[in-house]
Nanobody, 117 residues
Framework: QVQFVESGGGLVQPGGSLALSCKFS????????MAWYRQAPGKQRELVAS???????DYADAVKGRLTISRSNAAKTLFLQMNSLKFEDTAVYYC???????????WGQGTQVTVSS
């Protein structure tokens, strides 16, 4: 059964940086198009960054130029480098398959990112 363990969140000031990781436990990580999602209080979960099996990436307009998604198939890990963080980036961040290209697995616990001065 596929499970995700997200880590790396925390409290950061505006303009700061964080590096998130998502460990995939299961087989065949390399065959899945993956994505990072976030859910802010009172809002629906949204996809913020995706990466396909060839390393091609795509980003939501709100995070373009500030967040960078990457993956290590050998380590079965997904990464999200977050720079120039803004108040509105505050959310719980999750990883999963890219919902546009296949059914989602069960969600992990996520990792909380709080941007506050």
């Amino acid at each position: 059964q596929v499970q995700f363990v997200e880590s790396g969140g925390g409290l950061v000031q505006p303009g700061g940086s964080l590096a998130l990781s998502c460990k995939f436990s299961g087989n065949f990580f390399s065959i899945y198009n993956m994505a990072w999602y976030r859910q802010a209080p009172g809002k629906q979960r949204e996809l913020v960054a995706s990466i396909d099996i060839n390393g091609g990436t795509d980003y939501a307009d709100a995070v373009k130029g500030r967040l960078t998604i990457s993956r290590s198939n050998a380590a079965k890990t997904l990464f999200l480098q977050m720079n120039s963080l803004k108040f509105e980036d505050t959310a719980v961040y999750y990883c999963n398959r890219n919902s546009a290209t296949g059914p989602l697995f069960l969600w992990g616990q996520g990792t909380q990112v709080t941007v506050s001065s």
